[in-house]
């Protein structure tokens, strides 16, 4: 695998429905080879299985996400690498994730400038979903003074995606020098009564989301979802869009994360 900064070409990596720990692996193992200048540049598509609550990386593990409920439900838990608050990830038939892993350069952008990759990588969100159908708004930059939720979807973020005043697509992003990795939820339905369930002291969870479905009048496939959005991020950015897989190296490297990192319950408690 070529490093595909110089010639317009990005990796293009739709992953089937995986755990939470192996789902988070896979994007620092991306993002680690971008950094290292090994793979190049990538946008991800992908679902999860089992269902799963992300953390954010700093967010307490306490009572504003109901354990003893994910576990009844099935439902999994993993703390993300990036920061930001609680999302309930589900299957391909309600939700789909994108994930975002580029250096400054790959991106026309200055090497630390954070609201210029968000509004890069929303540029196309929002050009995707409006090629669906759904007549999203991309925000401008938050204040940055609000309380931060347990909930993700109770508060929308800078450059992130609404539709009639509510929030369609949550993000968050980490970075490291000159690349980043950002990746998101994007509702294609919901579940009211696991959400109320999960997350008991977020008083109306529905009343600050919205859903492709509610859009559109029914709920679209992830597939025809992943196309529109790697369409758009083609035709928004000029850019080229290579279907491609894992290399060896990244798939150890996910190996070893799951391993010493995201699956182990020293990381799921949190920073001490």
Same mark, same amino acid.
């Given at each position: 695998?070529? &490093?595909?900064?110089?010639?317009? #070409? ?11 720990? #192996? ?12 950094? %290292?200048?090994? @793979? ?44 930001? *608050?609680? =999302? ?16 400054? +350069? &790959? ?13 890069? =990588?929303?540029? $196309?969100? /929002?050009?995707?979903?409006? %090629? ?25 973020? *800078? ?11 949550? *993000? ?12 998101? *939820? ?16 977020? @008083? +109306?969870?529905? @009343? ?5 479905? /509610? ?8 597939? &025809?979802? $992943?196309? $529109?959005? $790697?369409? @758009? ?17 990244? #798939?150890?490297?996910? +190996? ?17």
């Amino acid at each position: 695998m070529t &490093d595909g900064r110089h010639d317009g #070409t990005w990796r293009l990596l739709v992953t089937e429905p995986t755990d939470g720990a #192996t789902n988070m692996a896979i994007d620092e193992a991306l993002w680690r080879e971008r950094r %290292a200048g090994a @793979a190049p540049p990538t946008v991800r598509f992908y679902a999860w299985a089992p269902p799963t609550v992300s953390l954010g990386y700093g967010q307490p593990l306490d009572d504003h996400v109901d354990v003893a409920a994910c576990r009844r439900l099935g439902v999994g838990l993993v703390r993300r690498l990036t920061g930001g *608050s609680a =999302i309930y990830h589900d299957g391909p038939d309600g939700e789909l994730t994108y994930s975002v892993v580029a250096a400054a +350069e &790959d991106i026309g952008g200055g090497a630390r400038d954070l609201l210029y990759s968000y509004q890069w =990588i929303g540029r $196309a969100l /929002a050009a995707g979903l409006r %090629a669906l159908g759904a007549p999203v708004e991309m925000m401008g930059a938050a204040r940055g003074d609000e309380p931060t939720p347990a909930f993700c979807f109770a508060r929308t973020g *800078s450059c992130e995606i609404e539709l009639g005043g509510k929030k369609l697509v949550g *993000s968050a992003q980490r970075r490291y020098g000159r690349t980043f990795v950002q990746h998101g *939820s994007i509702l294609l339905g919901v579940d009211a009564r696991r959400l109320a369930a999960i997350f008991p002291t977020t @008083a +109306e969870p529905l @009343a600050t989301l919205t859903t492709l479905e /509610a859009a559109l009048g029914h709920r679209p496939k992830f597939d &025809d979802v $992943a196309t $529109a959005l $790697a369409a @758009a991020f083609e035709t928004e950015h000029g850019i080229r869009l290579r279907p491609d897989g894992l290399s060896a190296h990244e #798939t150890a490297g996910v +190996e070893r994360l799951v391993g010493e990192k995201y699956a182990t319950d020293a990381w799921l408690a949190g920073p001490a």
